[in-house]
C-alpha cells in the first residue's frame, strides 16, 4: 500500500507545518519520523544543552501526534540510509520535508532528493522555517545581500508572508512502524545533571505561550531588550530554532497585535535571523573561517588558563562572569550579555571567535549555525555587515549602563551580591573587595591596546 514519510527536522509542530499538510493532504499514511542523525553534521554534531531540548521538544511533538491518533517514529543513524530503508520497510513511494539551511543538510538534502526522485519516489520539499528562502532576496543585480538594512527593507518591501497554516484536522498514520525509546538516545544529561537550573519548556504549545506572555509587553520592548536584568525580549530563540513555532507565525501574531515601534524593533530581530540564514546559505564556511579573509592572519594568544577562566565564569569581571554564568545554569544568555562576553573573548583574551563560538554550541539551548557564526564573527569584526574591529566593549562600562544596579551581576554572580551598586561592575576598587571573587585576569586598558595592535598588524584593504 502506497504511503508517505514526513520527515520532520528542525519544524517539530503541528501548526503552519508545509511538509506534515502536504501529507495530510495527500490522504496516504503517513510515517511521522525524525532521524537523530549525529553523522551528516560531522564537527556540528548537535551540543549537549541542544540535546536537551531536543528530547523534550520530541516527547512534546509525539504528545501532539498520539492526540491525533498516531506518534513520533524515531530512527538514529545516517539519515539518506534510514530514510531509503524506511521506505523499503514501509513502501513509501513519496516523502516531504520542510528545508534546513546548514551546509551539510544542504549537500544531503540535495543528494538524497536526486536519487529518490530517480528511483520514481515523489519528493516534495517546503520552506517551513523563514519568511524568505535565502535565494530569494538579492540586490538589484542580483547577487545576496552583504549587508543587513537593504536586506531587510527588500524583504519588508515584499507581499506579507503567506497567513500560517492549521493544524491538520485528520492525519491518516501508517499503523506499526517501529520506533526507538526516546529515553534509550539518553540526550538527557545523568551524572551530574548539569539541567537543574534550566527553566524551560520545550514543545510547540510553550512556543505559543511564550509569544503570548511576550506580546503582552511587547511595546517596551525597544528599550527593555537591552537590560538583561528584566524579561524584556521573548525568549523565543529555541523555539524558533527546533521550529516549534514558525517566523511566519511570529511575524502574523505580531502584526495583528499591534502596530508599535516595539513591534518593528522585534520583527527586525527576526529579520536578523533571515539575514544570517541567507549569509551561511551563501558563505557556508561562515562557521570555519572568517567572512572578511583580512582576519585569517590574525594572531590569536592560546591560553587555556584565559578560556577556562572564561568559561567557568572566574575572569574577575562582573558582567562577563553574570552572563557565563547563566549561560552555564539556563543554557541561554541575554543577547547584550552575549556580545559583552564574546567582545571580552576575543578582544582583551585575543582568543580565537572560533573557540567562543564552539562553547556557545555546546551550552546553548537555542544553538543555531547560522545565528551563532554570524554573531560571532560579527563581534569579531570579520563578519558581513560587522562591528568594526577597533569598537571594543568596555565592559564595565556595559555593566554600568545595561545593568546599572546590578541586579542581573547579583543574581548570577552572588559572591558580589552585598557591594553597593558603585562597585557592583568594578569591585576590585571597593574598600574591601570581595574575598571569594577573583581580581580580574586581564588589566581591561592593556587588554584593549594588545586588541588593537593586532588589528593594526592585518593587511589593509
Ligand atoms: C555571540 C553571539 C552568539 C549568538 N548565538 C546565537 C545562537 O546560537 N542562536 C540564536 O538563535 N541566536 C544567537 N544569537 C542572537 C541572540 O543573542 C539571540 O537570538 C537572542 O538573545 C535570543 O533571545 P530572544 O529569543 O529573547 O530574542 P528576542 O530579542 O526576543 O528576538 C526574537 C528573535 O529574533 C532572533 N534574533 C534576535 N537577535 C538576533 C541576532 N542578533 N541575530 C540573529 N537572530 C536574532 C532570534 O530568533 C530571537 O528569538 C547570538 C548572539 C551573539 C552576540
Known amino acids: 500500500m502506497k504511503s508517505i514519510i514526513v520527515w520532520f527536522r528542525q519544524d517539530l ?6 511538509a506534515l499538510a502536504h501529507g495530510a493532504k495527500s490522504g496516504l499514511p503517513i510515517v511521522c519520523l525524525y532521524v537523530l542523525d549525529d553523522e551528516t553534521p560531522g564537527d556540528w554534531k548537535m551540543g549537549d544543552a541542544s540535546q536537551w531540548w531536543l528530547h523534550h521538544s520530541l516527547a512534546a511533538l509525539d504528545a501532539s501526534l498520539r492526540k491525533k491518533g498516531g506518534g513520533v517514529t524515531l530512527r538514529r543513524g545516517n539519515a539518506a540510509k534510514i530514510i531509503k530503508a524506511l521506505m523499503r520497510e514501509t513502501g513509501a513511494d513519496s516523502i516531504a520535508w520542510n528545508r534546513c539551511y546548514e551546509p551539510f543538510a544542504v549537500a544531503r538534502d540535495a543528494a538524497l532528493k536526486t536519487e529518490l526522485t530517480e528511483q520514481g519516489i515523489a519528493v516534495t520539499t517546503c520552506n517551513g522555517s523563514l519568511l524568505a528562502e535565502p535565494w530569494e532576496i538579492t540586490t538589484q543585480s542580483g547577487t545576496p545581500f552583504k ?3 537593504p536586506f531587510w527593507k527588500a524583504l519588508r518591501a515584499r507581499p506579507e508572508p503567506d497567513a500560517p497554516l492549521r493544524t491538520p484536522a485528520k492525519i491518516n498514520f501508517h499503523a506499526d512502524v517501529k520506533s526507538d525509546a526516546l529515553k534509550d538516545w539518553t540526550l538527557l544529561p545523568a551524572k551530574p545533571d548539569w539541567s537543574k537550573g534550566f527553566d524551560w519548556t520545550p514543545g510547540e504549545k510553550a512556543a505559543h505561550d511564550a509569544l503570548h506572555d511576550f506580546l503582552g509587553h511587547i511595546g ?5 531588550r537591552d537590560i538583561p536584568g528584566v524579561d524584556g525580549t521573548s525568549r523565543l530563540s529555541p523555539h524558533l530554532h527546533f521550529g516549534e513555532i514558525s517566523p511566519r507565525q511570529v511575524w502574523h501574531a505580531v502584526r495583528d497585535h499591534n502596530h508599535t ?8 530581530e527576526i529579520g536578523w535571523r533571515e539575514f544570517n540564514h541567507q549569509l551561511l546559505f551563501h558563505h557556508p564556511h561562515l562557521p570555519n573561517s572568517a567572512y572578511d579573509e583580512r582576519f585569517a592572519k590574525m594572531k590569536w594568544r592560546q591560553s587555556d588558563k584565559d578560556f577556562t577562566a572564561w568559561t567557568h ?3 574577575g569581571v562582573p558582567i562577563v562572569d553574570a552572563g557565563m554564568r547563566q549561560l552555564w545554569q539556563t543554557g541561554w544568555m541575554h543577547n547584550r550579555v552575549r556580545m559583552i562576553v564574546a567582545s571580552f573573548l576575543i578582544k582583551h583574551l585575543l582568543i580565537d571567535w ?5 562553547w556557545f554550541w555546546d551550552t546553548l539551548v537555542d544553538a543555531d549555525l547560522p545565528n551563532n557564526a554570524a554573531n560571532w564573527q560579527w563581534v569579531a569584526g570579520s563578519g558581513a555587515d560587522a ?3 577597533f569598537r571594543i566593549f568596555n565592559p564595565v562600562l556595559q555593566g554600568q549602563k545595561f545593568d546599572p544596579t546590578g541586579t542581573y551581576v547579583r543574581r548570577f554572580v552572588p559572591e558580589l551580591a552585598s557591594l553597593p551598586d558603585k562597585f557592583i561592575h568594578r569591585p576590585w576598587e571597593a574598600t574591601v573587595p570581595p574575598a571569594d571573587y577573583p581580581t580580574p585576569i586581564v588589566d581591561l586598558a592593556v ?3 594588545r586588541a588593537l595592535a593586532a588589528f593594526r598588524a592585518l593587511p589593509r584593504r
Open 261 to 268: 515601534q516595539g513591534a518593528d524593533k522585534f520583527l527586525g
Open 447 to 449: 587588554g584593549r591596546d
Open 220 to 224: 517596551g520592548y525597544g528599550t527593555a
Open 354 to 358: 572560533r573557540k567562543g563560538q564552539r
Open 387 to 389: 562591528a568594526p574591529f
Open 13 to 18: 509542530r503541528l501548526s503552519d507545518n508545509p
Open 313 to 315: 565564569g572566574q575572569t
Open 147 to 149: 549587508v543587513y538594512t
